[in-house]
T-cell receptor
Framework: GNSVTQMEGPVTLSEEAFLTINCTYT??????LFWYVQYPGEGLQLLLK?????DKGSNKGFEATYRKETTSFHLEKGSVQVSDSAVYFC??????????FGSGTRLLVRP | DTGVSQDPRHKITKRGQNVTFRCDPI?????LYWYRQTLGQGPEFLTY????????KSRLLSDRFSAERPKGSFSTLEIQRTEQGDSAMYLC???????????????FGPGTRLTVT
């Protein structure tokens, strides 16, 4: 069946450090892929998406590239800020258009 | 665009009681989804509607759970005879459909946190 695997957290970084959060997926076909972010006390917000192989999604300095050959969609940011502290969820959209989420990765950025 | 709203935001109930949650999707969004999120985990799909039709239900949705979307607008999720294992955040999301019938991305509400004591 379809599934998403994320690196376990928490990930602790200093401000302005480079961020990578790994995400790999198992799916039939080529699903759309998403990153959602959940700030403390808030709901899930769509961060970025990619709908086909080699697509790069980007938003707010975050990027992720849809890699069909490695079935990956790793999230990156060149310079994190304290305000980026949140839980990040990788997800795929299956053939009936529902989302399958990973277990989330908590990011803590220290000043 | 007022976003997806959910009510209540928090609910504490005693085991065995019934609870009902409401979700108001973004206007003109045809699809409405319910997910459940337990502590430290990602959301898990429960069910979804396209307009007023409930098209899919997860095996997680036991017979104590029922969801409706009358007239294709707001939706309610009812849990009967609540159990402690029902304690979780219940999330609602909505999306619109493209002209080809493919849904666009899902937008989530703030969730209803249920605590069963």
């Amino acid at each position: 069946g379809n599934s998403v695997t994320q690196m376990e957290g928490p990930v602790t970084l200093s401000e302005e450090a480079f961020l990578t959060i790994n995400c790999t997926y198992t799916a039939t076909g080529y699903p759309s892929l998403f990153w959602y972010v959940q700030y403390p006390g808030e709901g899930l917000q769509l961060l970025l998406k990619a709908t086909k192989a080699d697509d790069k999604g980007s938003n707010k300095g975050f990027e992720a590239t849809y890699r069909k050959e490695t079935t990956s969609f790793h999230l990156e940011k060149g310079s994190v800020q304290v305000s980026d502290s949140a839980v990040y969820f990788c997800a795929l959209m299956d053939s009936s258009y529902k989302l399958i989420f990973g277990s989330g990765t908590r990011l803590l950025v220290r000043p | 665009d007022t976003g997806v709203s959910q009510d209540p935001r928090h609910k504490i109930t005693k085991r065995g009681q019934n609870v009902t949650f409401r979700c108001d999707p973004i206007s003109e969004h045809n699809r409405l989804y319910w997910y459940r999120q337990t502590l430290g985990q990602g959301p898990e799909f429960l069910t979804y509607f396209q307009n007023e039709a409930q098209l899919e239900k997860s095996r997680l949705l036991s017979d104590r759970f029922s969801a409706e979307r009358p007239k294709g607008s707001f939706s309610t999720l009812e849990i009967q005879r609540t159990e402690q294992g029902d304690s979780a955040m219940y999330l609602c999301a909505s999306s619109r459909l493209s002209t080809s019938g493919r849904p666009y991305e899902q937008y989530f509400g703030p969730g209803t946190r249920l605590t069963v004591t």
